[in-house]
């Protein structure tokens, strides 16, 4: 089970925090990542790829629309994954989801991901 908090409104160029509690999972073995979805896409059931990072933490892989002003971390000993996004702007306005996929690749495919978050809404006001 995965479980995202922190979400919120906050003010263009603002920062914000995400956070994802794994259970249930041996968090250790899991590639974990941020998908966001935005409504009024013309395929709404699409999920946006934010970022990746690999078991250890040592390798992380970022869209090109957050190169820069978001970065994933991840601590295993508390089986916790966070996203920490700096310069918001109104396009990053989206639900955000925390997911994850068995093994070591990294990933921007929603498919290759089998466990997901409820969601946690992210407003950005301009």
């Known amino acids: 089970q995965l479980v995202e908090s922190g979400g919120g409104l906050v003010q263009a160029g603002d920062s914000l925090r995400l956070s994802c509690a794994a259970s249930?999972?041996?968090?250790?073995?899991?590639?974990m990542a941020w998908f966001r979805q935005v409504p009024g896409q013309e395929r709404e059931k699409e999920r946006q790829?934010?970022?990746?990072?690999?078991?250890?933490?040592?390798?992380?892989y970022y869209a090109d629309s957050v190169k820069g002003r978001f970065t994933i971390s991840r601590d295993n000993a508390k089986n916790m994954v966070y996203l920490h996004m700096t310069s918001l702007n109104s396009e990053d306005t989206a639900v955000y989801y925390c997911?994850?996929?068995?093994?070591?690749?990294?990933?921007?495919?929603?498919?290759?991901?089998?466990?997901w978050g409820q969601g946690i809404q992210v407003t950005i006001s301009s």
């Open positions: 249930g999972l041996h968090f250790r073995s899991y590639t």
């Open positions: 790829f934010v970022g990746a990072i690999n078991w250890s933490g040592g390798n992380t």
């Open positions: 997911a994850g996929a068995y093994g070591y690749g990294l990933s921007d495919s929603e498919t290759h991901y089998n466990s």
